[in-house]
């Protein structure tokens, strides 16, 4: 067992960690005020490679895992300046069409990914369909040739930045008559697909959109691997690099939250000496340290066995790290801001702007429950009640 | 154009830095080894001139086995190879010593031009370039912070105190340059990869015909012989605001010939 970066990972980390520090947390506090985008930071990134860092190099990107990846996701948001949609475009989208999608997707979308240019958004969840994707009310019909998508979409992130969207429709099995997920790729400004924003009370340059569908038409070629037998695998295949980018990511927010506070209960004298001297202040600084730290392995565990190609081992791993990163990253800012008083409320000292973004991850894009839910029945062994 | 940058690795600046107590050489094991600051931007400014002319970059350095990590460094920057003089002969080498290896390795290379920092952050003498241009009898530009090369002619604005300089040179020559020249770029994912792959050739003393009398400690023009630690920082003053805390700043400022 390795507990330490190779030599490559250490100098990736070296890189994005600084890339990140010259936009940092004030860059993502001011586009996200302002209701703009971190467009100068995601092209930058892209430009170098990290945004593609797990997908394959025939495809444009470097070649290397999701461990990498993670890497990204983590050094920028412990630059306090975290792109959410890594998890989304490269993580999710880049890894369903590698592993999925037809040659000819592979090369229309995945260098594209993988340098920036081309960003892909996610969509499954849908106004009555969230923590239950068995009851997705988007379906997919042919007419000829083509596919007629209809259906609504709820909290898609970042779509109007997005170039493409990952659709999750349903398609009527032709045998069973039965309704089995299927994917398509779906230019964002296809006609049909209207959106509207939804009014969120999280600081973060990417906004949330309500989708609608009016019968978007898309070619057989929009269909990811080209069969309606794919859906499912695809889908499937997605969710392990998401839960361990979003994990990384939360981790990432963590250490920024808790650099933060500690820099301060150093310098900040109440009683004539720094706050931090005070166990009352310092212990929980810590114990929120040790929580970080403890999902931060799990996120490395988890990056390790997908990137083995264990993707079931990989999966108690990956939902494991993405339920400790939630709570440990939530728990660092909750804990900062105390350590920090009245200027962690204050909007200058950058750590209560993540309240939003850290307790979102407990949320989404699997919750907490479902996750317990899923090791009481797959570690457990317990029945399920739902 | 076939372009050497000078690299090296150097204890972080930004950390404590400690002289061994039982040669006063620069103790490496307890720093943070880094590649020097200022060879980053000589290798942008390599990097740079090969995507405008062509040719082929090279770095080059002397060190023990642990200088590989800034020759990693600096070839995930972009650079073709790597050349690493190591010998266990060359420690407690001084910059007289240190500029006769560096030069007999460049003559094996025969570039066009030797880029380098202008100054590393742990000896900090600022020499090399001209010994090694004094060795080589090539040209000198030291102190860079423009580089334009026209043909075979090199000018350059060079930093000074008061303003800068306009010098030009004719290939071979070797440039020397500050950190207001460029801006570095990051290692690209890429190009992380792929210095994993990138020859690094070793040199040893014998290699290059150089005998281990000529350098180490025995062949050194300059021993230190004692060091003393840098005195503890006295703690500051502290003006306190009654109404006069203006006037007591600058007191302290024209006092300290501040202002
Ligand atoms: C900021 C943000 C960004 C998002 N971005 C995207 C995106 O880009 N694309 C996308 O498709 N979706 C996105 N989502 C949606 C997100 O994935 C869902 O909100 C999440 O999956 C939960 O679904 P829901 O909101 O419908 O909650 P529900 O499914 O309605 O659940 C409500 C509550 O009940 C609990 N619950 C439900 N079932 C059970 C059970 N069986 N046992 C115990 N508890 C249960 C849940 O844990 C939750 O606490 C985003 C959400 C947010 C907040």
Redesign the interface.
Known sequence: MDFDDTPEQKALREAVAALGRRYGHEYFVAKAKSGGHQTELWAEAGKLGYLGANLPAEYGGAGGGITELAIVAEELAAAGCPLLLIVVSPAIAGTVIARHGTEQQRRHVLPGIADGSTKVAFAITEPEAGSNFHRLGTVARRDGDDWLLRGSKAFISGIDECDLVLVVARTEDAATGKLKPALFLVPTDAPGLSRTPLEMEVVAPEKQWLLYLDDVRVPATALVGGSTDAGLPALFAGLNPERITIAASAVGTGRYALERAAGYAKARAVWGRPIGTHQGVAHPLAHAQIQVELARLMVAKAAARYDAGRDLDAGTAANMAKYAAAEASALAVDTAIQAMGGNGMATEYGVATLLGVTRVTRIAPVSREMILNFVAQHVLGQDRSY | MNIVVLVKQVPDSGAERELRSDDQTIDRSSANNVLNEMDEYAVEEALKLQEALGGEVTVLTMGPEQAG?AI??AL?MGPDKAVHVLDGALHGSCAVATSKVLAAALRTLNPDLVLAGAESTDGRVQVMPHMIAERLGIAALTGARKLTVDGGTLTVERQTEEGYEVVTAATPAIVSVWDTINEPR????????A??KKPVQTLSLADLGISPDEVGFAGSTSTVVESTKRPPRQAGTKVTDSGDGGVQLVEFLATERFV
């Open positions: 990590e990693r460094k995930q990051y290692p690209s994912l890429k190009g992380i990869m210095a994993k």
